[in-house]
């Protein structure tokens, strides 16, 4: 009976947490959450719930919420929602509110500047009360001034009377109703290219694809008709390169990878004859064309280089232009502004840096902060204060870092606009970070430890998938007013741009793993997606930023109807869009409002995929559960083929001796690849994004699930160099073929 109690109370407990009961996987199957998996994850969100009392406690704290807490953290309002009230609660000593109770309160914009005000009282009426264990409450409604702009504003409260004195704050957000939508995606049907840039082989990089090699891209792309450039994430991987070079494994999602300047393109290099003297050497040389022709990206080499002309760099700017304290010029000047504008956030990250790099040199090992000696584990401490005091140039280039990528940045974004691409640079925002790295260093208690995300086994990955990423708690997410998830947005959306949500439903919820544990045995966790897609609306419309959400995987019905409701556009996969019957959709089943492409970084080529590829390297490497698994693998890969066939067969771009001579093929033929890309081209979708793997038939994808070492996960270059890709047929068939079906309307 002990026993069933308390799981009844772990059940309430995680109920009111957010951990779903149960969920439905992709095949249809339910999945109960165990009472081990809700005690795991209840313990990550710092409730204690071992025993019978533990857990009355913690139920008796969260069914007493918000009644308890005189505020809500937040309020968030569509602006069209307004005049609108906020609630207060307030106790109530002997069951009613105290004769002598006043109420009074400030608005305060984004400034700081307080424009609003009110007060109430003796004698408020009470909308509504309950009682929470022993003590009364009521609930106030007060209003808010009939008319805000979009924004962000603080609310002070203060509550007097003999008895009870209380001063709190609530983080008010008034937002448009939907995301930003451009005029030019709204009347016409743009097409675009996937860029990984890390793999672009150029003549001219130093190993790794930089902004040099993008704006080139650019402006091919717009000779050839594109409307966007897509590209991987560009979140700075942190500096144990060895360990750690997935971009969606990020140690931050706020600052960005200074291995993808072009520092040959820096004002200093004009300026520093040291730099330019260290590029000169003829090893200096040699171990660079060494770079450029490897077939793989060495991260770790390319870094070395890179970091020791951007010190080199630094002095130069610091000797002409003066330093952030004492700036003698306007370029001097702008980086102090850029400096003061970035504050305490970039000071900590640059200080993060420091350290691992402090660490390195001195043989640690250390691949996360948590091995580090305790003292440092605080990022305002007083050993990481000494720390900084002594390091202020090694700190200097890392923010100097961060100043000329956001410069490098916009100037693509500039030539994009400048080539006619009219939404130019399409990022990717990755889901989540290295448990191990800065994020987790600079926001302690808003990450949940002993816990990783990832997602239940599908068709793609029959054992689940555990990504290793630290998840945001939702809780206190909200008790900071979002400040982390606002910062990531405007880090993250290009002025003019887009944006993709990796893994959009994380929004919603995320499949949270208790570390030990098999994805099979994890369980969703429900995030306040209405608060986060209004500031999202906020945010996409203050940049004008359109928004892509990726919305492929295990997606619950309401998830899509709340992201179309704000004008989020869809993700949608060739491979994925498939009838019950198999039969793959033709172009008018897919929606208007969403982005088409045929393949993503994880999952197989069109080539790939039409080889089985990716199911031979399952195969090897031991990813199957079992023989079985393989070979239906096999047979759903034959019968997808042929219904890929069947379908271009319907559309009468293929005759019957054709469709019958191509099921036996086993290399990808050019016509399938031409006709695939066709189907898409013709689908009502505002968006088509081709990849160069698929316009060229590659083989090999950018990164395989399940895999760290044992593939060459966002390694692999591009089979050509930039400037021979200018010159190939392939994309110019594509663009012909994306002219003839993606006329504007």
Partial sequence: MADTSRETMLTELAALCGVEPSYTDVAGKQHTTSPETQAAILTAMGCRCQTAAELNQELARRRGRPWTELLEPVLALHQSELPAAWSLYLPLPEGELPGDLEVAWELCDEGGGCFYSGSLGPGLHLS?????????????????????????????????????????????????????MPEVVENSRLWGLNLPLYAVRSRRNWGIGDCGDLQRFLAWGGKLGAGL??????HHLGVNLHDSISPYYPTSRGYSNPLYLDLERVPEMALCPEAREFLARPDIQAHLESLRQSPQVNYPEVARIKSAVLEKLLDALVQTHGGPHAPRTQRGRDFAAFLEQEGEPLRHFAAFLALSEHWQAEGKNYLAWQQWPEAYHDPDGPAVTVFVQSHERQLLVHAYAQWLLADQFQACQAMARDHNLPLGLYLDLAVGVNPGGFDTWANQDLFAPQTDIGAPPDDFSPLGQNWGLAPLLPEQLRRQGYRYFIHLLRQNCPVGGAVRLDHVM?????????????????????????????????????RQTAIIGEDLGTVAPYIRERLTAYRVLSTRLFYFERRWDGAFCPPQDYPDWALASITTHDLPTLAGFWQGRDIYIREQLNLFPDALTAERAREDRRQAKLAIIELLRQKGWLSEAAAGELATETGLPDQVKWQVIAHLAETPCRLVLLSLEDIFGWLDQQ????????????????????????GAAAPAEAAGIMRRFRKEE
């Fill in 703 to 726: 990164n395989l699930p399940g895999t760290k070492d044992e593939y060459p996960n966002w390694r692999l270059k591009l089979p050509l160099l930039l400037e021979d890709l200018e």
């Fill in 128 to 180: 509504e009360t309950r009682r929470v264990g022993p003590t009364d409450y009521g609930r106030v409604l007060l209003p808010l001034p009939p008319y805000l702009d979009w924004g962000y504003y603080g609310l002070t409260v203060r509550v007097d009377s003999a008895r009870l004195r209380i001063q709190r704050q609530m983080f008010l957000i008034i937002a448009p109703d939907r995301v930003y």
């Fill in 506 to 542: 994380g929004l919603f919820r995320l499949f949270w793993i208790p570390q030990g544990s098999s994805p099979a045995q994890g369980a969703y966790v429900s995030y306040p997606a209405e608060d986060m897609l209004k500031i999202l609306a906020l945010e996409s419309v203050r």
């Fill in 229 to 234: 450039i897509g590209l991987n994430p560009l």
